[in-house]
């Protein structure tokens, strides 16, 4: 088997999807339901406006992902229970190391696009912290949403990554690392372009800088194949971006 980037040699874990067939229908039921189904969580999130924040949690956050995963786990007959299998404590501390480069990689490229001219807008989330009466309220119930918030990101960057993968390697004849290094490009695109609230349309923000992050986090899903050691370190990224709001 043709290793690709950070995978482990004689890794014995499977991927979900990629190493087990699945019609060729449901891969694509898988795709667009996700992709839908996440521009649909967005866009409820910014139209409904809740009193209570228990109400808000339960609505907005609560439900959507478990309707989420339900739906992913019945298009694919099951196969992406592999998504949440056990990792090993070496697969945190890799991720650990690729958040720290992830955050040398937003400033880096933040840095430079600023020389080029090119302006950037500060988070959605960051300036509601800041304009907030209580800063360090608004910042838990923030990280709190954040949990079914960021693994309803994962989920969408890692099946849109398996689900094309798929695809092209097992129906439209592509090798392994090609096909990979597609579906990744692909989920990076993807990733960059559901963040379009956040940063308000800002195209060299959303394609540059967030889908370049977004390599990181899939990396760590490649060495682990469990989403779990990706979705804790997009929670530790996004609780230290935040925090730097509270001052």
């Not at 196969?79 to 990689?105: A, E, N, T």
């Not at 490229?109 to 001219?117: E, H, I, R, Y």
Request: with cysteine; charged share 15%; aromatic share 16%.
């Amino acid at each position: 088997m043709q290793r690709f980037l950070f995978e482990r040699k004689n890794d014995k874990r499977d991927y979900p999807l990629l190493d087990t067939k699945l019609e060729q229908w449901r891969l694509w039921a898988l795709l667009i339901f996700i992709s839908v189904a996440t521009v649909l969580w967005m866009e409820m999130t910014a139209a409904l406006d809740f009193k209570a924040y228990w109400l808000e949690i339960i609505c907005d956050d609560l439900i959507p992902i478990t309707l989420m995963i339900t739906v992913v786990m019945y298009l694919s007959k099951g196969k992406l229970g592999g998504l949440f299998g056990k990792p090993r404590f070496s697969d945190f501390i890799f991720g650990i190391v690729m958040v720290l480069i992830q955050f040398w990689y937003a400033q880096f490229s933040v840095t430079q696009l600023g020389k080029l001219g090119i302006s950037f807008g500060k988070n959605a989330s960051s300036t509601q912290i800041e304009n907030a009466a209580s800063k360090s309220t608004q910042y838990f119930q923030d990280l709190f949403s954040d949990i079914f918030e960021l693994m309803g990101e994962e989920l969408l960057s890692l099946v849109v990554f398996l689900a094309i993968a798929a695809l092209l390697i097992q129906y439209y004849g592509l090798g392994r690392r090609l096909g990979l290094s597609i579906a990744l490009l692909a989920s990076m695109f993807l990733f960059g372009m559901i963040h379009f609230q956040a940063y308000n349309w800002n195209l060299a923000q959303m394609l540059i800088v967030i889908a370049g992050e977004r390599f990181f986090l899939t990396a760590i899903f490649l060495r682990s194949k469990t989403i779990w050691p990706s979705y804790v370190c997009h929670m530790l990224f996004d609780a230290f971006a935040f925090a730097v709001s509270l001052y």
